[in-house]
């Protein structure tokens, strides 16, 4: 069977997605490793491996994510292309959420960083980004839970309790205020005490983390009409996510989508953006980086 692989070299971990030659998902595994170059080469062999495919059976490789640029050569020979995480993340987000590039859709990467993708009439644009991320919130379980197992600090959380740590508004003001319902946060862990339990602060931690992505995506939604907002990266797959992404939306109007495959949004928009890409490639005048045994750009 011919496939195309989409390969996300994230800050923390890599993804690969295959797509068959009609285009459907073949499917998808993640993989950790502790560089880039053993990162692809092991999420290819495992793929190949668990999806029973060949060498002979990937047509094209296309690279993205922050990991990419440590890869500029083919890999085994299959032409390997590179594309930007923004157009890839954008791209796959859509997809998984079953919206069209020429809609109005904002596509959120929570990963180690945050960023913040506008896709609008056919054109991907990343808007900017955010240092509040996965990596913050390992960081700050670290240094505050000693865990830097995110299974377990949200595990933790499950039986925390938000009053303990985060200062809302019904705790600073008597009197309602216009859009702000008394238990929208005034400040995350503005009650931290000197001995929180540890279930608290690793709520609060979730809390902090996903608020301010929901706050940030909610302001870049703002005078724009996007009402969709597709979340992706692994971050998506903790339960508290859709539970906090919940709150904000009901308090900025907006539709917060998790799509199924989530976490591979970046590797699928590389590998579905192949053909395409390719073909506007090709229209192109040459530029440099398209020698034969070096990995091309696409966009
Ligand atoms: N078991 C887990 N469940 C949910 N989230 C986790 C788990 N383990 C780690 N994480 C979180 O996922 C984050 C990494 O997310 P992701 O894999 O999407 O990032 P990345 O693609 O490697 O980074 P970036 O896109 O910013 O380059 C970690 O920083 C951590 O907070
Ligand atoms: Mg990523």
Known sequence: MEAVLGIDLGGSTTKIAGLAGNGGLIGVLQVRASDQITSVYGAIGHFLQEYGLELKDITKIVLTGVGASYVDCDLYNIPTYRMTEFQAVGRGGCRLAG??????????????GTAFIRVCGGSITHIGGSGI??????????????????????????SGDLDNVDLTIGDITRGPLPNLPPHATAANFGKMKYNPEPADVALGLLNLVF?????????????????????????????KAREIFAEVAKLHGLNFIIPEHSVFAGAIGAASAAEEELARAAARPPEGGGAAGRAKTLV
């Open 211 to 239: 608020q301010v992505v929901g706050i940030m995506a909610a302001f870049a939604c703002k005078n724009s009409g996007i009402k969709d907002v597709v979340l992706t990266g692994t971050l998506t797959t903790l339960v």
């Open 133 to 158: 991320g996965g990596g913050t919130l390992v960081g700050l379980s670290v240094g505050l839970l000693r865990e830097k197992d995110i299974a377990e600090v949200a595990r933790l959380a499950e």
């Open 99 to 112: 919206f069209d590039l020429s809609g109005q859709t904002l596509v959120v990467s929570m990963g180690t």
